[in-house]
């Protein structure tokens, strides 16, 4: 007995060193740029979570850099993309080092990858949540934020944008691939429905909302002062956002309305609702909003 585990031991051994000196010709060819290499290594059995000395980060990562970048891609980092998209999954989960928030691959990609991609990803079931990142440092949280001339940006290797009108199309295929709407913020406990600005103005959310529920993010939750998300909108952004449509919903999914929130609407836009600054759109807004508060306080 003690002979076969000596033997089972020495074929691990031999396996593992097989895969470490087949990962240190992976590191060679890539730093080479032979792509074609690098995927005959792959198909041999590297495991190719392997990591550049200078800058420390993934291979992985630097091949979703050059895939995401058009002038870089070449059909080599096409192939070899798609080779670990579908063949490494647990390369995805490997974390980036030295940014903040301390993303995986699979959440950069969340952040910048073509509706396509997205889609493949669900399709793959890539993990795209980082267990480092926290509540407003996911890409649902941001573009949950995200208003008219607040376009997403990273500062982390590419300077790589999400227009605002991407927004709902985006949120859709982020959940699609499992996305995580449950996080709650540290200190200010806020939800995503805190987080949440109606905008484009045109749009309808009302399935998205519903789908975000239906995944565990919480309606009701009360942040840290004892605000529910309604309390937001009468706050902030009541005119840059279709603040009307949104609280329509929120109370139609039973949230209910206090006099707090009431006293803050009065205190926020009622002088403002008097003065000879405003527009008759927005008046006609806020008096829709006010009339939506008054309708359904508790």
Known sequence: MRKIS?????????????????????????SNDDYAKCLDILRDGA???IDFLEPNHPILFDICRKYLDTEKRSREIEELFVFYLENRKKAFEDSI???????????????????????????EKININSSEERDYNTVMFELARIRKGMPIRSDFYDNLAVNENEKKERMELLLEAGADVTLIHDKMKATIFH????????EDYTELLDRMIEKGADLFQKDANGHSCISYKVQFYALESNTEAYLAYVISRGLEVTEEDLDE??????????????????LRRLEKIEKLLEENVK
């Open 6 to 30: 000596i033997q089972f031991l020495m074929i691990v051994l031999l396996v593992s060193c097989s895969k470490q000196d087949k990962n240190i010709l992976l590191l060679k060819a890539y």
């Open 195 to 202: 987080a949440f600005i109606w905008y484009p103005m045109e």
């Open 47 to 49: 495991d190719g979570r």
């Open 265 to 282: 609407f009065y205190a926020r836009w009622a002088r403002y609702m008097r003065g000879d600054k405003v527009t008759g759109e927005e």
């Open 97 to 123: 080092r030295g940014i903040y928030p301390k993303q995986t691959i699979g959440s950069y990609l969340a952040r910048f990858a073509s509706d396509e991609l997205l889609k493949q990803i669900a399709q």
